[in-house]
């Protein structure tokens, strides 16, 4: 099975009852649990998930959602080294012409060193950088 990149939307619509995506991927994630494909995310989906929940003054659900992220045998935690930053900002600076964020950047570039087709995201992004998103 193909790994599937693990994008921060998707993380906090799961986890967050509020969110606008909540419903749609807690019925995603039901129908995917059963047979979870490999999944990939980055330090900096880390880093935006825990401070997300944490800004929020839930810091007891950040660090329960970041321990989760570690500990999972499900999901491999890719840390962003130089390398990578500085593929990503080049693919940032390339691409004036979009609004990508740059740790959409980050994601895209190891989407590709990955050779992910596919992410778990509700951002628009994704599929204006070539990718499909899921749900």
Not at 29 to 39: G, H, M, N, Y
Not at 53 to 62: D, I
Not at 91 to 111: R, W
């Amino acid at each position: 099975m193909n790994p599937v990149f693990l994008d921060s939307g998707y993380i906090i619509a799961l986890e967050s009852a509020d969110d606008q995506n909540h419903q749609a991927a807690l019925e995603h994630w039901r129908r995917i649990s059963k047979s979870i494909p490999p999944l990939i995310t980055t330090s900096y989906i880390f880093s935006e998930v825990t401070t997300f929940f944490n800004s929020r003054n839930l810091h007891e659900k950040a660090v329960q959602i970041g321990n989760r992220l570690i500990k999972s045998a499900s999901i491999k935690l890719v840390h962003v080294g130089q390398t990578s930053f500085f593929e990503a900002w080049n693919y940032f600076v390339q691409h004036q012409d979009k609004k990508y964020s740059f740790t959409d950047c980050v994601s895209f570039v190891l989407m590709k060193r990955f050779n992910m087709r596919k992410a778990l995201s509700f951002d628009k992004h994704f599929i204006m950088a070539g990718f499909e998103t899921l749900p």
